[in-house]
């Protein structure tokens, strides 16, 4: 088959824009093979024949999918499809001193998977609920696993089976302590800023173990203070919040609500992670324009749209495509879910399990580079989550009542867990993003107890995650349902 030639190409794409329908299917007839892929009454939806991958091979393809979309849609600023965005922090070595992969540690393989499967089923539970999502799973896995270090016996159980701990309750802080020694060390890095905090406040003079203290600071870096909640539970709380507010560069200034501490409250676990990092290929702001964002099909509502063309890492699936904006040097990257269709978040979030985000992400990461034009809205969330009753639906009820067991951390069954609160943030922009999150887990004393570029234009509901790229863990997870003023 003749080859169609790099100009030759460009005028075709010129001539579909403006053209008529017939003019169009003539022309499009000469890009060749790649013309099948999509569908001419439905132009913005891919066919398949290409083994489903945005990819080097399919630069023709692309073409014809972006001169089909413009000329479908009257304009970018019109094009919609529904998106799911990714964001996913990473830390690749390439052959640097970052360190050896927790990839290659069998046990912190088995933490990210671990962690990245209680992201999605905490996902697919908030969800149901309005609104838009923001939340750190890897936060909320790592406060709950300094609690599961104290739990034993039916709690112990629970825990593990709700949050994937496999293998035996000693590894999982090693494991941890191999993840957050990775983080570290991208945080020593000049490419981004990225933290992990972790502290216990206890109440003085109560009899906690000397074992479960060593353990938590050793695997966790969580030093032990002592507090008197029996008669300054307030103070507490204002000192435990401004812990986090200086964790986070006071992007979480109150974790814990008035009331949240009583007097009862034995013991917090605290984590807070922090994020920031500019964009690899950073967008121009003077190209910055207001655009619609569709929350529903008919639904417009204006935003802040940035654009710009990049090379990018891609893949397509049926109902979605998935791309990757990396951060400077590729330490990082934001991974998006974008639907096809306008009201297809729904369908894409149906679809997500543990398994088919690791392959979905598996395939991502097999891509190869290619030219696109990407629309991403710039957007700030800030999401609080009280997770004790979701934690407890679950499968670790017993956590949370009488029948409560956490006699690893003062050798007898004395502590509850009564709360798991957490919050979010993250702010997207031309220069990059920046992101912050922190968990509380209150446990209180149970004699006490109360009850062509192929073209992204994410201007509708998505996804997102923040992934460690080099071993695949989730730090970060949520949605976007509405970004209108």
């Known amino acids: 088959m003749k080859r169609i030639s790099k100009q030759e190409r460009k005028r075709i794409s010129v001539a579909v824009i403006g053209s008529n329908a017939k003019t169009r299917r003539r022309e499009e007839r000469k890009v ?45 600023e019109r094009i919609a499809r529904t998106g799911v965005l990714v964001l996913r922090i990473a830390a690749i070595t390439i052959g ?177 992670v922090y994020f920031k990092g500019k964009w690899q290929f950073q967008f121009d702001p003077s190209e910055t324009k207001p655009a619609p964002f569709f929350v529903a099909p008919g639904q417009p509502k204006t935003t802040s749209m940035m654009s710009r063309t990049l090379a990018l890492r891609s893949r397509e699936f049926d109902d979605f495509y998935l791309f990757a904006l990396p951060y400077t040097n590729n330490v990082l990257s934001m991974v998006i879910l974008l639907p096809k269709a306008m009201d297809g978040l729904r369908a894409v979030e149906q679809e997500i399990s543990g398994a088919t985000l ?66 979010a943030m993250v702010e997207v922009n031309e220069e990059g993003t920046e992101a912050a999150a922190a968990t509380a887990v209150v446990m209180r004393s149970l004699a006490l107890r109360r009850n062509l570029n192929p073209v992204f234009r994410v201007d509708h509901p998505f996804i997102f995650l923040l992934r460690e790229n080099g071993t695949g863990s989730l730090l970060f997870m949520g949605r976007v349902t509405d970004l209108g003023k």
Request: glycine share 8%; aromatic share 8%.
């Open 32 to 76: 060749g093979t790649c013309h099948f892929l999509f569908s001419q009454s439905s132009p913005s939806g891919a066919q398949g024949r290409c083994g489903n991958i945005l990819s080097a091979p399919l630069r023709l393809c692309v073409f014809a999918l972006k001169s089909a979309v413009v000329s479908k849609c009257s304009g970018l």
């Open 96 to 272: 640097s001193a970052v360190g050896a992969s927790a990839a290659d540690n069998p046990s912190a393989a088995a933490i990210v998977k671990a962690n990245n499967a209680f992201a999605v089923d905490l996902y697919q539970r908030e969800r149901t609920k309005p609104g838009n999502l923001f939340f750190s799973p890897f936060s909320i896995s790592t406060a709950l696993a300094m609690t599961y270090a104290g739990a034993r016996g039916e709690t112990e159980q629970e825990m593990a089976r709700v949050l994937h701990f496999g293998g035996t309750p000693e590894q999982v802080p090693a494991a941890f302590a191999e993840l957050t020694r990775r983080m570290e060390e991208i945080g020593r890095g000049q490419q981004v800023k990225l933290s992990v905090a972790n502290s216990l406040w206890c109440q003085q003079s109560y009899p906690f173990t000397g074992a479960f203290l060593k353990l938590t600071r050793d695997s966790y870096g969580a030093e032990a203070r002592l507090v008197d909640f029996r008669n300054q539970s307030e103070t507490v709380r204002q000192e435990i919040n401004s812990w986090v507010a200086q964790k986070t560069q006071d992007k979480i200034k109150d974790l814990l609500q008035p009331g949240q501490l009583t007097p009862q409250a034995r013991l917090v676990l605290c984590d807070a």
């Open 358 to 423: 690791g392959q979905w992400l598996a395939a991502l990461d097999g891509a190869t580079e290619t030219k696109a034009d990407v629309f991403l809205p710039r957007f700030e969330l800030n999401c609080r989550l009280e997770l004790a009753r979701d934690l407890s639906a679950m499968g670790m009820a017993s956590a949370f009542g009488p029948r409560a067991d956490f006699s690893g951390m003062t050798g007898k069954r004395d502590l509850y867990i009564s709360d798991v609160v957490h919050q």
